[in-house]
């Protein structure tokens, strides 16, 4: 009898996000997995990702009292029950209708932050009335549109987003070649997809069912009527992004937003340097999860760099590859304040709505709270670089 | 026709331990090999521990005189025929009826040790009774009730125990997560697995019969009546399993016993000073098989710096990952007194009891001595750090 | 759904020179697709060209304006849209009834240069006439008959050629075994093959109809009668290559061509600095595309010695392993001027002639302009070694 | 189309030694070949000799005159066409009958010494009456019956052996675990391996027809009556093999012995200094083709530090691993006098008997040629360290 994961149903009973990332392939048509799982061209940097955490082996102590094991912390300077929070991802209702505010709801029962996106399906507005609970964060994609930029900052003060997250590695989109094969055109699915997508009615009833595809809610009042279909919003999203995103734009931001200010897309000490200059209150080291530029460095890898730049300065979060506790305690271990999960949480989603994301969040804590204790470390402040040690190579694949 | 090893049942012909490994994987249902075999979470330390052995090659001598091949030594002060211990393992009975004895007698036999585990099917009077010619050597796990821990080693005192090992890095279980599948809940298989185990009648017939399911002997005394069958047994010893378990704790075990102490747990230099600080005769390099902390070092990587910090003065044993005589003599070559062998005699006693562990130990015994011939080296003396050399890289895969 | 490729029909929605790879498998017999993708012996060299691609990974810039990005640049002293050429390739007419011409059209359409080979299926005279657009470059492999170099020198610069390009890595034929393995004599496919020819009637109809196998049209006119057909051809050739050819008949041939001298063979900087010595233009750094020395560097490993030899006073191109955009961003990041690509256009060839290769430039080209958005580097100019990191290891496999 | 060897009976047309392993293997019954091809324990050893080969690249030079390639040599003083031996393997008449003739035969036909084993089937007499044109090798296995080893001397001296080569790597065997799979007891095979035989009848005709299953024609005479079968004789000689073989035991066969003496069994540079003190010819680098101790070094890795040692004052020659003339060539290119080759053309005479191995011998040869021309170096005193360079570590798997 071979080594299986059970039924793609029972995911409350999955041991690891892997498994839930096993069960959510299963339960989403193809082109939504491709959405969610895929990276860019040739996915080198996807895959880096995950190797960067391998590389890293950890170096425990024993016979040390671990009966109480914390992992509470501050992120952006207020209190978490985790160092983690939902990173933005778009177009969640494809995955379970009303997906943006499972999400916050799973993350404000588990003390975290929820960062909703730009290309959220539901609106700032929607969400912060729905969960009023959530510590809300909110991404910004800069659109050529002034007047639509500073409208969307706006509203965003005016739902209580305490921090505001701006992306800048997407000014033009990653080759994500294997999303694109699902589409004879950016609108429309080719027909295995359309048949793969018929077969999946669990799916189709939890995110489509009554209302059918969602709209990019968010973005709504700024488009025109016969483009306000998600298929069309994303395409015209696209087309105004601005590719002139400069330092200059984001120093306007700067003066315009009084709450934090994150800036998404950072990979040296340079760029991360330039940040504090702006006046940023913190950084998140990411390659947008292997889906912009391939052959962009594995954040783990890029994150030592940051931190010894603007670690005693600034906020310092990384992203992209979570997928364990101890992933989230080797970021911590190299200077992170904390991480960001997008797709571990999306897998949860996809799976049980806000109760499947919520036991995404249990998985991680329960993992790095046993981590913890095998390592003698019971508390975050003493997870630092003497509890790791390099992997020997051959362990890394 | 292509290389296939031959039936399961012909364990008396097996090569190699990875033979009876591969024979025991079809004798056992899938639950109870699960147990026996796997690591926990990503299973990276589970296999770096073979990954270190094979980093590893020789620096053979030719043209010596290697009539005569001797691999006797002293272990904990006391001769031994081989450099080689067996570890303790839990609930041996699952695997063979009265499991522990069968084991301890195959040590006694080889002349090597046989280490009874706290969570032991058989008690340690029963165990003494029914192999007095044993060299027995007795594992502690420290609960949180003061009371039973010195009852434990008043008993180990009284059948004539004379090492004692404490086990140090499992005061919280590791994430076995491929064994938590197995289960509906901790004491429940879930339905796949149950049928797995009925389609095992000689498991069933050798395990189970007449008796049914072990229970943990040793402990009997101290479980509650409600909890005394082995699934609850297991799940309430995991809570009372101490997580204040400290060196105070270690030097107060140290002073109630009067035979050799051992700590089993160590991975690096200052742990094994702290163990010798607190007047403990010697330190087993171990990762628990790599059932514990995923990602902590291969024992094998671990053991020059232990053996540099305190190998003049204490024992120092090495512990998981043994699969071939070759690994002994990588060990000795390092600098270990000796080492410990949980799985490699497992296998044997899966598939034939008291005699198929034996051959196991007799395969490592035979293959340890061609080395030794091969090498030009024919005594452990001769084995040192000359004889090795690091392979290349790409051979370690 | 598992990742699969559309119907090698599709090619138009090709989305990477991988895809059209994978497409033109499928549309050509085994013996063509054989010629056309492998390596030499152990095809050792021909893989690690895609290595040292691999070894290479990005280091962006963010917050910079890339509004613009621009790839045109100078080749050889003329402007070109891309820092790309068509290599010179033998036979293309086995792809594609005239595939020569349906190259070049490609080329000149996309605004670069396209190189003909001396053992094309169209002569210089038929290319020259076909597709005056173009900007031809000849390949030129010495044969022993002095006579007939001389001859073709003249033809050359007759109908306009403005580069020449000299092969020198080929005095005798790589031993591509897997190649001989379809013919039963160098004229004669063994049957399996045959048969295999015959079961594609769409590439028969393309390459075949009406004419039947082509010629070498270049040469024909200084074959004897009954070697004008292509295997007899190409043995006459092969065989007439000459064993002598040294620096001494270079310097002769550098003396009667008037136009720009690229030497095709260099992989050194020893070579290099020779091939300025007797005054070339420029040089190629090539492998033959993995087909002759097995065990020869891969060719972005040689670059940078060459360069650095020769760069600032010689025109350097990279030959072999292209097959993304950001490959040719890579060679240029290290040095050379521009790259050549044979199999990627070929590919598009053998699936849509004309449209299928200049399909295949514009996927590179796309590519090219995405990566250098995302590198924050929209010209050419900007693309140095500082925006290259070596990637950690166990990403380059 | 996939890639495919074409039938195991067109063996004339194998391009490779790779190809022809493959046709051996069809035409082999599964005992055999693995007798032939197998290794040790885990086959380490086996598979780094390969590796070893692989982790070295070429550096060409082009535009050199290549018209005449030679790759005539010396070997122990006497001129070869090839710096190739065929190594002393015993039992070749179980791979076609009278199997050391057709192997001396072809050595002789292409100008190349042949290593008659101790353990062959053809005594030295008839080996020397049938092939009187062959250049005789003589392997010598030490028994511990002075006696015996004396006349083996003698009868090697009578028959005009030149070269008396010790093999000091064998006292016990290695523990072929593979081939010992095969049989029941030494003398039995198992069922499965007795019905595969069976199936191949093209063996059986070539193998066994008409006189069955040879003996070891060599020590027929020293053999008990009863102990003559094949089987019987060796396990006999393998339990007389003497496990006191000293340099005291060579230094006196170095007395006895007028010709040219190698010592077979060296890996370092301390051993090959003691062959030189004891007045020894040369040595052989070998590691008895992965089949004795596993985990010993590749040949290749451990040829420079003997060369370093002796290389000026003695005979070095490298076994294990040969597979192309490109092999050759780095064992030439790292100091080596020359090499044996024992498994590539066994696979030759398994599927041609002398044609065969010669058509192997004639591979080799094309292969060397071939690549003297691409390297630019057309005579073996131009293949030097300077040639080679290390490949990328990612191309040695």
């Known amino acids: 009898m071979k080594r299986r994961y059970s039924s793609h149903h029972a995911w409350r009973r999955a041991q690891s996000i892997d498994e839930l990332a096993w069960m959510a392939r299963r339960r989403l048509p193809a082109f939504a997995w491709e959405y969610v799982h895929g990276g860019s061209e040739d996915e080198i940097t996807l895959h880096d990702n995950r190797r960067a955490f391998a590389a890293w082996g950890w170096q425990p102590r024993t016979l040390v009292d671990v009966e ?137 009833y939890r995110a489509l069912w009554p209302q059918g595809l969602p709209t990019l809610g968010n973005l709504m009042k700024y488009l025109p009527k016969e483009q306000q279909s998600a298929g069309s919003a994303a395409g015209y999203i696209n087309q105004r992004m601005t590719r002139r995103l400069t330092w200059e734009v984001l120093a306007d931001i700067r003066q315009r937003w009084p709450g934090k200010l994150l800036i998404k897309g950072i990979l040296n000490a340079e760029d991360a340097l330039e940040a504090k200059r702006i006046g940023a209150d913190g950084v998140v080291v990411t390659n947008h999860g292997g889906r912009q530029l391939d052959g962009a460095p594995a954040t783990l890898d890029a994150l030592p760099e940051v931190v010894d730049a603007v670690g005693e300065s600034m906020h310092v979060l990384l992203d992209s590859g979570i997928r364990r506790g101890s992933d989230i305690a080797k970021a911590v271990a190299l200077g992170a304040e904390g991480v960001l999960c997008g797709r571990a949480t999306l897998y949860g989603l996809a799976l049980g709505g806000e109760a499947g994301a919520a036991h995404a969040i249990d998985l991680l804590k329960e993992q790095l709270h046993n981590l913890m204790a095998q390592l003698g470390r019971p508390t975050l402040e003493q997870i630092d670089r003497t509890c790791l040690r390099r992997a020997p190579y051959a362990a890394t694949r």
């Open 68 to 204: 109480q094991r914390d992992s509470r912390t501050r992120l952006l300077g207020a209190p978490a029950e985790l160092p983690l929070a939902i990173a933005p991802t778009g177009y969640n209702g494809m995955l379970w209708r009303d997906g943006d505010i499972a999400l916050a709801r799973a993350a404000a029962s588990r003390g975290i932050p929820f960062t909703l996106s730009t290309v959220s399906c539901a609106s700032l507005e929607t969400l912060a009335d729905a969960v009023p609970e959530a510590r809300l964060w909110f991404q910004l994609y800069v659109l050529d549109d002034e007047a639509v930029r500073n409208d969307m900052l706006e509203r965003a003060k005016r739902v209580g987003v305490d921090t505001l997250m701006v992306t800048t590695d997407t000014v033009v989109l990653g080759r994500r070649e294997w999303d694109s094969r699902s589409y004879l055109n950016p609108r429309r699915l080719a027909l295995p997809y359309l048949v793969d997508a018929a077969l999946h009615p669990q799916w189709a």
